[in-house]
């Protein structure tokens, strides 16, 4: 079993810059890559950002050059630095870890992300 725990959320305006992290724990040797996903009020779930044990990441096109995926493998932590913020990302923002044959895939709790003047 994996824990997955987020935190960083919050309330910023437009324009500002939030860090999320999600720490892993239990049996994380076999995890193979981790992504942030987010879900707005009435829309599906969608990626943002993934990436592998590799450092291989992907980013969804709304994103692109605002939003950086990192991860610590000391840590067992992932991170989401999001910069210059739109009122359209506001959303909850959910850690994933899969295996690499996906498995087995787990979810944390979410966080709340609100960009709003």
């Known amino acids: 079993q994996v824990q997955l725990v987020e935190s960083g959320g919050g309330l910023v305006q437009p324009g500002g810059s939030l860090r999320l992290s999600c720490a892993a724990s239990?049996?994380?040797?076999?995890?193979?890559?981790m992504g942030w996903y987010r879900q707005a009020p009435g829309k599906q779930r969608e990626l943002v950002a993934s990436i592998t044990s590799g450092r291989i990441t992907n980013y969804a096109d709304s994103v692109k050059g605002r939003f950086t995926i990192s991860r610590d493998n000391a840590k067992n932590t992932v991170y989401l630095q999001m910069n210059s913020l739109k009122p359209e990302d506001t959303a909850v923002y959910y850690c994933?870890?899969?295996?690499?044959?996906?498995?087995?895939?787990?979810w944390g709790q979410g966080t709340q992300v609100t960009v709003s003047s």
């Open positions: 994933n870890a899969r295996d690499r044959g996906y498995n087995w895939n787990y």
């Open positions: 239990g049996s994380i040797s076999s995890i193979y890559g």
